[in-house]
């Protein structure tokens, strides 16, 4: 590899991941600025040519990307999710995508004006929706659980089967040019595809052995995965073009339901690699786009795009969804975010290519139409999909939440203060009597282990942003802030004070790679609050003003009261998180006395 060519790998990482962090400092969806910023790179200043500078490994480089893409979709897909959606997600994977590619064909062929075969082939891809697009989507929505897995399970479903449709297509159009009838080519497809879906069940079911049976160290199980996964892939394109996607999927699916004690690290790992490949192959595929593919769209192509939107989708899905539990609001709101992205490009790409090779010159319109559809359906859906969920009442309003690890007195006047607020709380502790003052208090609780299975199914964590451990157990907070730090962000995550020997410090201190943040501003014990409580303190409440500033509360107590949490509006801060406090602001602390100190 060249300098050159290392040089630009290595900008377009930074690019990628530079335009994801500005998405996120923004509150807008990543997809939009990867769009533009490819659109700058490529057609706009010529800085990237990706058909030049990459020559024969585009192809390839963009396939393994789709690849792992879809793995890690499949690996985040878990059967237990479908004993409250099963019905939905059968009909959006079944019926919808059936609806989709025969309306999408017709309005290529009549608005498009593209031939039959090539319509046919295009309608088929235009149902794939795209994880890519789908999962930073709902991320930046907040929305409720239930559309949100109904759209997260259609969007990585649905990619193998738009992929399968297209090639079934494809090969319907070789067969008649070759002569050979529509059964063969159709049975020929159909065992191909149960080659790929038995090439995926047997290397996910042979992974998830060589795991249980500790044949392969911990370093290395990452490692095996990728590369199980690509050559599953390579493999199943092998027997079939295409089909490699759906055998990734399955094997995802495989290893992701297994419950193997290591599947967190691996998605960590992939969510990771998801994320750099996500960012960059998406500005490559954008920089690939040349004008003179933008000049050959017409107005019939414009009305195709909008026919898609407003007609096609919304008709297909509602349809499906139609006599089903799914409530309309949902089918409203699933039936108009569709948003398209790496894999339709990607799909466009390979088939337009080899139309033009067999004779249809209309296959070249493959590419610019994929990316109107693209580009369109991120924006109008990207920037709707929140204010959208919000009108429909299916998103999560007001700010993030707290979640209490620990049911104490003190806990529960902390909560109950944060909920006069209108800061979402829920406590949760395995033992169910710790809990009855909550519960009589009218605070959201769950009775449970936190790190268990059944929480994560049965607890919708969306509305939540923070979370605070004040168990006894120091370890047991540690390990609980770790697991969650993943979720809500290193910074987000708090603990109480660990109980340290006095004559040991260092020997009792766990890893600075473990546990959360200080809870409050003195590192305060579990222990020294309740003893705290038990001296007469309480969690005490004083809104400043500017009559009545930090400098005045302080003046009110004879020494700096510890500081649990700050609320600036609807922003809550906690612990070492906590800015200097200014008008307006709520400061809560453990303080002395029968009320709070008042401006």
Request: charged share 15%.
């Amino acid at each position: 590899m060249t300098a050159p060519l290392a040089l630009m790998i290595a900008g377009l990482i930074l690019a990628g991941v530079g335009a994801q962090w500005m998405a996120w400092r923004a509150g807008v969806p990543a997809i939009v600025l990867l769009s533009a910023l490819g659109l700058i790179l490529g057609p706009g200043t010529g800085l990237l040519d990706p058909v030049t500078d990459f020559g024969a490994l585009l192809q390839p480089l963009v396939a393994v990307a789709v690849a792992v893409i879809l793995f890690e979709g499949g690996l985040a897909l878990d059967f237990r999710e479908l004993r409250h959606s099963v019905s939905g997600i059968l009909r959006l994977t079944t019926i919808a995508p059936l609806l989709a590619w025969l309306l999408g064909a017709f309005a290529a062929h009549y608005l498009a004006d593209l031939s039959w075969p090539v319509a046919a082939l295009f309608g088929g891809i235009m149902i794939v929706t795209g994880p890519t697009v789908i999962a930073p989507l709902l991320r930046h929505a907040r929305m409720a659980k239930h559309p949100s897995t109904l759209l997260k399970w259609e969007g990585i479903v649905n990619d193998p089967i738009g992929a399968l449709f297209a090639v079934l297509a494809y090969e319907i159009i070789v067969a008649s040019q070759r002569g050979n009838g529509l059964s063969a080519a159709i049975g020929h497809l159909a065992f191909n595809i149960l080659i790929a879906i038995a090439i995926g069940l047997v290397a996910g079911l042979c992974t998830v052995q060589v795991f249980r049976r500790g044949w392969i160290p911990e370093f290395l199980k990452a490692p095996l995965v990728l590369g199980v996964l690509l050559t599953c892939f390579a493999g199943a394109n092998i027997v079939q073009e295409e089909t490699g996607l759906l055998a990734v999927t399955v094997l995802g699916l495989v290893i992701g339901n297994a419950h193997l004690m290591a599947i967190d690290e691996i998605r960590r790992f992939k969510e990771t690699l998801t994320v750099i490949l996500v960012s960059s192959v998406f500005i490559i595929l954008t920089a690939t786009l040349e004008w003179s593919m933008v000049e050959e769209l017409t107005w019939g192509h414009g009305l195709f795009v909008a026919a898609m939107l407003f007609v096609v989708r919304p008709v297909s899905i509602i349809g499906a969804l139609s006599f089903s539990k799914i409530n309309w609001r949902e089918r409203i709101l699933v039936g108009w975010i569709a948003p398209r992205g790496i894999v339709a490009v990607a799909i466009c790409g390979l088939f337009g290519t080899e139309l033009v090779e067999l004779g249809y010159a209309d296959g070249a319109l493959l590419i610019p139409l994929a990316f109107a559809m693209v580009f369109s359906t991120v924006v109008l859906h990207g920037f709707s999909i929140r204010p959208m969920a919000r009108y429909l009442d299916l998103a999560v309003n007001g700010p993030p939440g707290v979640l209490i690890v620990g049911a104490h007195r003190w806990t529960i006047d902390l909560a109950t203060r944060l909920d006069e607020l209108d800061i979402p709380v829920v406590i949760t502790d395995s033992r169910w009597h710790s809990l009855r003052t909550a519960r009589e208090a009218g605070l959201t609780t769950f009775y449970g282990e936190v790190l268990s299975e059944v929480f994560e199914h049965h607890l919708d964590t969306s509305a939540l942003g923070k979370l605070i451990a004040t168990t006894d157990n120091d370890a047991y907070n540690t390990l609980v802030c770790t697991d969650f730090a993943p979720e809500f962000g290193r910074r987000s995550v708090f603990q109480t004070g660990i109980h340290r020997a006095p004559e040991d410090r260092s020997r009792h201190s766990a890893s600075q790679t473990l546990g959360g943040l200080p809870f409050c501003s003195d590192p305060l014990t579990t222990d020294d609050i309740r003893n705290a409580y038990r001296n007469g303190a309480s969690i005490r409440q004083t809104r400043l003003t500017d009559s009545f500033g930090w400098d005045d509360f302080l003046g009110h107590h004879e020494q700096a009261p510890p500081v649990l949490a700050l609320v600036r509006g609807n922003q809550l801060f906690i612990g070492t998180d906590i800015p200097k406090a200014k008008a307006r602001d709520v400061i809560l602390y453990l303080g002395n006395g029968e009320t709070d100190s008042t401006a």
